[in-house]
């Protein structure tokens, strides 16, 4: 089973400085960078889940609903490279665990825009 265990970790870390980011942090582009790798996040769970479906794009809900936005998107991106990676077992996981270094990285980018 691929472990997922520091993505999620990182996405946590992320979205709890979100969420207690003051306002102005927030306005002067934390909150645009957050929206951002959420629908990044997202775009890419869904291209696991249903590779033949054009992705739903997240929609904005506020400055300050977007450390839950990370949070949603990274659990449900992890997810979707748990079972994709268990599901290729007999071929082995090697996509998922480049997708999910890759989603880490993203996440750890994101988070020095964000807020430094």
Not at 6 to 20: G, Q
Not at 67 to 87: C, F, I, N, T, Y
Request: hydrophobic letters at 50%; glycine letters at 6%; a negative charge.
């Amino acid at each position: 089973m691929l472990d997922t265990t520091e993505l999620t970790a990182a996405v946590d870390r992320l979205a709890d400085r979100l969420r207690a980011a003051p306002q102005s942090r927030l306005q002067r582009g934390a909150a645009a960078e957050g929206l951002a790798l959420a629908r990044e996040l997202a775009v890419r769970s869904q291209r696991i889940e249903v590779p033949d479906r054009e992705p739903l794009i997240m929609p904005e809900a506020g400055i300050f609903a977007v450390g839950d936005q990370v949070a949603v998107a990274g659990h449900d991106l992890a997810e979707a490279l748990r079972k994709s990676a268990a599901e290729a077992a007999t071929e082995g996981p090697e996509e998922s665990r480049v997708q999910l270094e890759a989603a880490l990285g993203l996440v750890r980018e994101a988070a020095v825009r964000a807020l430094g």
